[in-house]
């Protein structure tokens, strides 16, 4: 049974809805604790089904069989998890900075080496959440959702489904 197109759309939505969240430029707004919030939960929902999907994915390409195109899907469908992964990961970081588990930071002060690891951490952070940065994290983001999506659709319906599916296959193959 191919599970892979009913629960594929959970991260593409949640995702998105992140990705449009970080891209409203509403100072007030964006410094809201509840903002971050519903954006750390889309992200991080949104990772985790991510990987959902890709495990499914990897079983539908059992059934189906492989093809470039299902490849080229696999590899975006791939570098999409990573990619908010990675992002849900700075925001877990922003989180444990805003207060969320503060035994977590004052046990890592104790070693070297893991406040080493601290510090690279909160600056990555700082450079990719705390910045306009984020906004071409955010564009990054989506145009990933957007290429694997295609991709997918010329999988399942064909190359010619629709004008965004087209265009994308056509600009791969």
């Known amino acids: ?18 990705a449009v969240f970080e891209l409203i430029p509403v100072k007030k ?6 903002w971050f919030w519903w954006k ?20 539908a390409a059992e059934i189906i069989g492989e093809s ?7 590899a975006f469908g791939n570098a999409t998890g990573w990619f908010f992964s990675i992002l849900a990961v700075l925001y877990i970081i922003s ?13 890592w002060q104790k070693y070297s080496v893991t406040r080493a690891i601290w510090k690279v ?13 984020v906004y071409i994290v955010a564009l990054v983001g989506l145009a ?14 064909g190359p010619d489904v629709d004008p965004v599916v087209s265009f994308v296959y056509n600009f791969f193959f």
């Open 40 to 59: 750390f939960g889309l992200l991080f929902f949104g990772s985790i089904s991510s990987w959902v999907a890709i495990y499914t994915g990897e079983m």
């Open 95 to 107: 989180g444990i900075e805003r207060g969320l588990l503060p035994h977590v930071i004052s046990n």
């Open 144 to 157: 990933l959702i957007t290429i694997t999506g295609a991709l997918g659709g010329a999988v399942a319906f």
């Open 121 to 133: 951490l909160l600056i990555l952070k700082k450079l990719f959440l705390d910045t306009p940065l």
């Open 29 to 34: 707004l964006r410094e809201n604790i509840s």
């Open 1 to 18: 049974m191919n599970l892979h197109p009913a629960l594929v759309h959970f991260p593409i939505a949640l995702l998105t809805m992140y």
């Open 68 to 74: 470039q195109v299902a490849e080229l899907h696999s």
